[in-house]
């Protein structure tokens, strides 16, 4: 059970659940106290979220045997503790039951079809990269930072105010300037998972090159990469620097964003500059990782406005 757990990346499934709710339960509900997007209906749409990423992260890990043995063994779990038939199995249940929460969610939502349609494309967009689009430099970058954003886009996009509230004025400006702050969320993980990935990239070269992908760091190389990645990263930092300016006049917003944000990613910017090893790029994914967290959570400042 701890080996599936692992191969689900059950970590990164929580930061997810975690991210969704918080979504829900702080930023929306502030904007939106009263919506068409009930308890249940996100209760549905959270389940299919995780069942098709989960699926998504055992697809990865089906066609990445060969490569996953040369850039981590000791994490390499399909082949050795868990079978390649119940890899495939599994892959194909979670894909049906988020299938199947969709199918509910259509049933019961507004807008439903457009999110059946959602849930349709993700796991076929996650089969897509982990069959085809990785091997592809950036194409496969850029299709997980878009899931990533599009996911949040899609929560937001649901949550309209009831019929109620849309005679209210003043509450159907604020569910307005909801999509604006969802849109800076959404764009944030863009940012920050595509910068990953292909920090990602450089760690695994020597795995993705055996393999014969053609990501960025093989093509041009790993300083030329490292050129690409710092100037996303600086403008990424710009974007850090205008949003914490747009909410300079809400003080927890503020700090937190420069010493919980703005810090670490300038310190990210510095340690890539002089990152030459496979330890080196493992540290810098680790710190995007935990800038995300730190991103996240900043949701729950929401109760104190």
């Not at 997810?16 to 308890?39: A, D, G, H, M, Q």
């Not at 093509?219 to 996303?232: A, D, E, M």
Request: aromatic share 18%; with cysteine.
């Amino acid at each position: 059970m701890r080996t599936f757990l692992k191969l689900i990346r059950y970590q990164n499934l929580l930061m997810v659940l975690v991210t969704l709710v918080l979504i829900k339960f702080t930023l929306l509900e502030y904007f939106t106290p009263i919506s068409l997007f009930t308890n249940t209906l996100f209760y549905w749409f959270t389940l299919s979220i995780l069942f098709t990423t989960a699926a998504g992260y055992i697809i990865n890990d089906i066609f990445d045997v060969k490569i996953d043995l040369i850039n981590k063994p000791n994490k390499t779990y399909i082949g050795k503790q868990i079978s390649l038939k119940f890899a495939w199995i599994s892959y194909a249940i979670f894909t049906l039951l988020g299938i199947l929460c969709a199918v509910i969610l259509m049933n019961s939502a507004v807008y439903g079809f457009e999110l059946f349609l959602f849930f349709i494309l993700f796991p076929l967009a996650l089969f897509l990269y982990s069959f085809y689009l990785k091997k592809i430099a950036l194409l496969g970058n850029i299709t997980i930072a878009f899931i990533s954003y599009y996911t949040i886009i899609q929560l937001s996009k649901f949550s309209v105010p009831s019929i109620h509230q849309k005679e209210n004025l003043e509450l159907l400006v604020n569910w307005e300037y909801s999509r604006i702050v969802i849109i800076a969320y959404a764009s944030f993980s863009f940012a920050i998972t595509l910068i990953r990935e292909i920090v990602k990239d450089l760690e695994d070269i020597n795995g993705d090159y055996a393999s014969q992908l053609k990501t960025l760091p093989i093509i041009i190389g790993r300083k030329r990469t490292q050129v690409v990645l710092l100037f996303l990263s600086v403008l990424f930092f710009c974007f850090l620097v205008f949003v914490l300016k747009a909410v300079y006049s809400y003080s927890y917003f503020f700090w937190y964003g420069v010493l919980a944000i703005l810090v670490p990613f300038a310190w990210f910017i510095y340690q890539l500059k002089i990152a030459k090893t496979t330890k080196d790029y493992h540290q810098l994914s680790n710190l995007l990782k935990l800038i995300m967290c730190l991103g996240i959570l900043s949701m729950l400042l929401f109760k104190f406005l």
